[in-house]
């Protein structure tokens, strides 16, 4: 009895690994490659959208692909991963978050003739002192505060007044959603003569779906904020199941959340994947931008909202695609006046930005 | 007022599943196994219930489908359950061992079998469950507000849970030789109480509670589930300490807890305390501060089962 329980549990263990193994024998390496960061390759959000870039790039061109998980969140952990992944044969390996800095700034030296493309960061020591890109790395970053600013000037056009933001971690790309969300909503307050604007502003310190970010989403909507920008991930989720609790409204972030939740309204989103894909395709048409940074932004269409699904009451395409010119054209000084993050000469908090109908309340 | 209707309410979130998945671990500990399996039960309890709302939403909603995931819950987490009661009380393995290694299997098999049957790992439903307002109920003035708005029947079901665990631990003949086997086995089995068969029982019940606990936890706080319950099992565990293994102190540090935890959290968005002007790091630390405290002046007289964790050997007696 004992040996066929024994048995029986084998068989359904080694079902799926049966199917999984028959996947990965097509192929005896593989050439592109991906390090995920924290979180998973199914999160529906920053890991994925890359991860979606790079298959379908692969898929159109017939290429083998492969994703690594690491170990763990350090330094030491990611380079064993690229180690990994050229032992598999990787010849171009992506890696986003800028936790993979000095990960990167060592493997630059350490594989020569691999290639890396880096989201969201520049490959540096580890401790911020030297900053250094070898030719066999492209480095990219988005301008989150455009599509933060976009996201924040909807939702004031739409006719709200009281607003949230929900960051996850104060990384430097959320930061830069939330400046952003807070200008945007200041530049369309000024455009429409509103006398007030109130705006909670917070950041979790977890990118989860906890019932405490349930809770404070909550009391938020309770007290009165129609719609909170909620970028940090899984955030989103505990501020959705908030905001359908409480008749409120939720702005998600980096891909077009908007089948997650019915009180999703719109998302501020950086279009991962076609930046991915459009790297790799430069790789593999020879010339990759190996030792350039660049910074993604309107005019290469890398941020935006997704109006096609959007639910807004008023704010229409047509009011969508004259805001977006004004970013691509920088009209009046619309987008080099929008304010990035500390780092990028920025205040520390954002009730120091210098907006005056927007009243910004720090929730630490 | 509608500020303290609202913590009620958003306290309930946070107490009940604590509740439900403390008094779990009380049936376990009270028949001398120590369950720290109770974080990867609520996985396992979640997941599979998640699983069949996800599964049937298209065909009914509301209610029936809930009652439906609280029997999936509950009937999941006892099987898995079983695997820390095989371990403890028939291979006399190490409780704490056998715990830890269900709470780090769950989270990869609610991974793996997500992944493996829909692709991604996130498995995602829609609430239909929240009730605005209780029928009659929902209107008395003060506590209509307070009890029976915006709620969900797991709330009540959690409050029937506790009022039956208390009945069964004290009133019941099933209650006296589930405590007398993790006070003293020895005793137990030398009036004719089958230690094993009690202990399994213990842990059943607890792996069908964390279960139900875990679904409890997941429904009001999100909109997907995506294998992992934010420690809430720990925390039990802590009210479960807390409580002194006494239904009615748990059924208060549950609510202590929860009530806490909503303050810390939810005080930027309530008037009147912000209005306290108490600086904002106050509010962050009210909930340690609070049961270090309480801590402090309760341990005294712990009141752990004194054969807990002991795997029970007839030949000691």
Redesign the interface.
Known sequence: MKKLGFIVLLIIIMI?SVFATAEREAASGYEVAMITDIG?I???SFNQGTWEGVEKFAMDNDLTHKYYKPTEKTTDAYVAAIDLAIQGGAKIIVTPGFLFEPAIFRAQDLYPDTSFILIDGFPQDGTYTEFRIESNVYSIFYAEQESGFLAGYAAVKDGYTKLGFMGGMAVPAVVRFGYGFVQGAEYAAQEMGIDAVIL?Y?YTGNF?????????A??????G?EVIFAAGG?VG??V??AA??NNGKVIGVDVDQSA??TSVISSAMKQLGISVYLGLEEYYAGNFKGGVSEVLDVTVDAVGLPMGNSKFNSFSQADYDEIFNMLVNDTAGVKSGIIGDGGMGGPDSAEALPVEIVSV?V?? | MSSIFFLIQQTMFFSIPLLVVALGGMFSERSGIVNIALEGIMIMGAFASIFVINGLQDFIQGQGLLLIAILVALASGMVFSLLHAYASVNMRANQVISGTALNMFAPAFATFIARTVQGVKEIGFTNTFRIESVPMLGKIPLLGPMFFQNTYITTFIGIIILVAAWFTLFKTRFGLRLRSCGENPQAADSVGINVSKIRYAGVLISGALAGLGGLIFVVPTSTSFNATVSGYGFLALAVLIFGQWNPKRIFLSAFFFGLMKTISATYSGIPFLQDLSISKDIYKMIPYIATLIVLAISSRNSQAPKAVGVPYDKGTR
């Open positions: 799926p998973d199914d999160d529906k909670k917070t989860d779906a906890t019932p405490e970010n349930q809770a404070l909550a009391s938020w909507f309770g007290g904020t899984k989720n505990s959705m199941a359908e609790a997650e939740s309340t929730v630490q």
